[in-house]
């Protein structure tokens, strides 16, 4: 069975830093784009960060450029995503996905999702 796993969520004051890992499991997930996207309360969900297979590639959306790095180790099979000098905007479920077509900011671009991590940002 296919399996993505976050963890690393949790409640951090503004200005604080989370480390979030995407974990995966019943396949090789080293030739697929990985991606981290977020859904806050009553919003859609959006894209946050996506980076290429080999790690060569990354990008990032605009509300989270320069504070938010994407990492991954293919010999682990997970996905990082260190978030710094986070904003109460942040709080959202944060979802991380992989597709083999490619480091898209869309969904239908990613193949499997995970369940999601939480994420409070306290002002």
């Known amino acids: 069975q296919v399996q993505l796993v976050e963890s690393g969520g949790g409640l951090v004051q503004a200005g604080g830093s989370l480390r979030l890992s995407c974990a995966a499991s019943?396949?090789?997930?080293?030739?697929?784009?990985k991606g981290w996207f977020r859904q806050a309360p009553g919003k859609e969900r959006e894209f946050v960060s996506a980076?290429?297979?080999?790690?060569?590639?990354?990008a990032y959306a605009d509300s989270v450029k320069g504070r938010f790095t994407i990492s991954r180790d293919n010999a682990k099979n997970t996905v990082y995503l260190q978030m710094n000098s986070l904003k109460p905007e942040d709080t959202a479920i944060y979802f991380c996905?992989?597709?083999?077509?490619?480091?898209?900011?869309?969904?239908?671009?990613?193949?499997?999702w995970g369940q999601g991590t939480r994420v409070t940002v306290s002002s």
């Open positions: 996905a992989a597709g083999v077509r490619g480091m898209g900011s869309a969904f239908h671009e990613y193949d499997y």
């Open positions: 019943g396949r090789s997930f080293s030739s697929y784009a």
């Open positions: 980076i290429s297979w080999s790690g060569g590639s990354t």
